[in-house]
């Protein structure tokens, strides 16, 4: 991991858990499946958030990373990857419905691209809310994407839940596990 190109805002966890000292060995061909994150309206990107699968905390020494999101970490912008899909059936029906959303971490990939469509592309006036999730401040995503939404259309309510806030973010928001 010694040579990731790794946002110098992140350095001192990584130097804290020594994640620099992993080598991800891939020797045969890899499939994973990620949601993008991503909407329609986003043309000529893929955008995947991918939580980088380090060892156990109590791990013997020598336990391996995870082998795809090694390798998708340690590629740079503009590098050449193979991909198939979009796969699945999670897709916004064409109803007045209130739309509740409910994931935290990475896993809110499919999540940003639904309300991104609504609200961008579809300039919905549904009721939607999206609940969030992470562990501290510095674990979420697109948290100024999702405010900034919430200021233009009233019909968007974004709650952000902490289950581990760390002493800097000064939390006083809502707590819990949201997964």
Do not use: C
């Amino acid at each position: 991991y010694k040579d990731f190109a790794v946002q110098p805002e992140y350095h001192e966890d990584w130097d804290k858990f020594n994640i620099w000292r992993y080598v991800s060995k891939v020797d045969e061909p890899v499939i994973r499946a990620y949601s993008m994150a991503n909407y329609p309206g986003e043309k000529g990107i893929i955008m995947l958030n991918v939580r980088i699968a380090s060892p156990p905390p109590r791990a013997p020494e020598g336990t391996p990373p995870g082998k795809a999101s090694s390798y998708i970490f340690s590629k740079k912008p503009g590098d050449k990857v193979t991909i198939s899909g979009p796969y699945g059936e999670f897709f916004i029906k064409d109803t007045d419905s209130e739309m509740v959303y409910i994931g935290g971490g990475a896993g809110m990939a499919p999540l940003r691209s639904h309300i991104f469509e609504l609200f961008k592309e579809r300039k919905t006036n549904r009721k939607v809310s999206y609940w969030y999730g992470g562990r501290s401040l510095r674990e979420l995503f697109y948290v100024d994407e999702f405010r900034d939404i919430e200021k233009e259309f009233p019909n968007f309510k974004f709650n952000i839940a902490l289950s581990d806030a760390m002493p800097e973010d000064n939390w006083t928001g809502l707590k819990g596990f949201i997964h």
